[in-house]
């Protein structure tokens, strides 16, 4: 039988797109499906009834919802190219950062978007704080299991929204001075081809400047 | 080399109780070291650096922490009794519920306790959605993969703590007669020997008691 592979997604959310990053990796043909956030599909309701949320993945009719569940589970099922390390400890360590730069890094950075232009300066120290954690973890030891993108590689596509949003609102927050192993790490990701592929920079920048662009005219 | 394994918790964490029930089950000898989180030990600190909270797994030297990523751990280091099923599906839904306990019900369940013992209507609506949810899931199929305990039984460990507080405050959060399914699962939980010996309800009852007793005294 051949494999279905179904991604429910969104283009700008970075967690669809963390999915779509190790299909890729893995070189698994799958069909992706936009949703509408404003208008959810019946499927996409169907398919992750508790949460409502992308990205669902469906693989053979079978649904698995929340971002960092799929990358485990498409780490087990198709186990070459493997995204997460083999030894159980530095497995342990991928999930404790990848939970980190969920539970931490992204409510903070969101918070910045909430704030609607105006410079937040104790989100902004908030968001460097998580970021100075990041940046003398960097120093002991790389977060990847090697020359290939793992697990904290994937979920920290989320320090590209970021930039995005700083580069939109003008603000410094992650620059190369304040966090040089931060800027080397997220470079390195950044020239990764299928990487770059599923970070939609010029797109999100556009969008990004519409919606702050409107919040400051109607102000 | 002997292993060395050893367990910074705290008596009434449920997220600590959760690693003891895993080790039990395993039947790992480990030293438990008991904080008092008003003043965290120097070994705290230095072992969970990022969150500076219990549970900290230390094994042979090396911390691991957040409970959810220590149970992961255990269940690779020490592969008899396993806790996760291993089809990588069951194992995806396993982690999803899990997170969905820790991320939907906890967060809401402790809103109750900070509620300072006033009946706080949408709060128990809140807790009661995420319930309905669990009630609705168990009857489709049961959480844990087989006769022992699984994953999502042990991170289901929570549901004790909530039972204590409702108990505490004379609320009718979650009975038999409106959640019977849960009803089930948990009576089956309270009467494994291993589950009930890391539950402290009698410890945790008297605790809260005094916790609202006083609460009520000073308002």
């Given at each position: 039988?051949?494999?279905e592979?179904?991604?429910?997604?969104?283009?700008?959310?970075?967690f669809?797109?963390?999915?779509e990053?190790?299909?890729?990796l893995?070189?698994?043909?799958?069909?992706?499906?936009?949703?509408?956030?404003?208008?959810?599909?019946?499927?996409?309701?169907?398919?992750?009834?508790?949460?409502?949320?992308?990205?669902?993945?469906?693989?053979?009719?079978?649904?698995v919802?929340?971002?960092?569940?799929?990358?485990?589970?498409?780490?087990?099922?198709?186990?070459?190219?493997?995204?997460?390390?083999?030894?159980?400890?530095?497995?342990?360590?991928?999930?404790?950062?990848?939970?980190?730069?969920?539970?931490?890094?992204?409510?903070?950075?969101?918070?910045?978007?909430?704030?609607?232009?105006?410079?937040?300066?104790?989100?902004?120290?908030?968001?460097?704080?998580?970021?100075?954690?990041?940046?003398?973890?960097?120093?002991?030891?790389?977060f990847?299991?090697?020359e290939?993108?793992?697990?904290?590689?994937?979920?920290?596509?989320?320090?590209f929204?970021?930039?995005?949003?700083?580069?939109?609102?003008?603000?410094?927050?992650?620059?190369?001075?304040?966090?040089?192993?931060?800027?080397?790490?997220?470079?390195?990701?950044?020239?990764?081809?299928?990487?770059?592929?599923?970070?939609?920079?010029?797109?999100l920048?556009?969008?990004?400047?519409?919606?702050?662009?409107?919040?400051?005219?109607?102000?």
């Open positions: 039988m051949a494999e592979v179904k991604l429910f997604g969104m283009w700008a959310s970075p669809s797109r963390r999915i990053v190790a299909l890729k893995k070189g698994i043909q799958y069909e992706y499906i936009e949703e509408d956030l404003s208008n959810k599909s019946p499927s996409l309701l169907k398919y992750n009834p508790v949460h409502k949320k992308i990205p669902v993945l469906l693989h053979n009719g079978k649904p919802a929340e971002s960092l569940v799929i990358l485990e589970y498409i780490d087990e099922t198709w186990k070459h190219n493997p995204i997460l390390p083999a030894d159980p400890y530095e497995k342990a360590m991928a999930r404790f950062w990848a939970k980190f730069l969920d539970e931490k890094l992204w409510p903070a950075a969101k918070k910045v978007v909430v704030s609607k232009g105006e410079e937040p300066k104790e989100v902004i120290e908030e968001i460097q704080e998580h970021l100075k954690t990041l940046e003398s973890e960097l120093k002991e030891k790389k990847s299991g090697g290939s993108l793992g697990f904290v590689d994937i979920a920290a596509n989320i320090i929204w970021l930039l995005v949003v700083q580069e939109t609102l003008g603000l410094d927050i992650l620059t190369e001075d304040k966090f040089p192993g931060l800027h080397e790490w997220y470079q390195r990701l950044a020239d990764d081809a299928v990487f770059k592929e599923c970070v939609p920079r010029e797109r920048l556009g969008a990004f400047k519409v919606r702050f662009g409107a919040l400051t005219a109607s102000k």
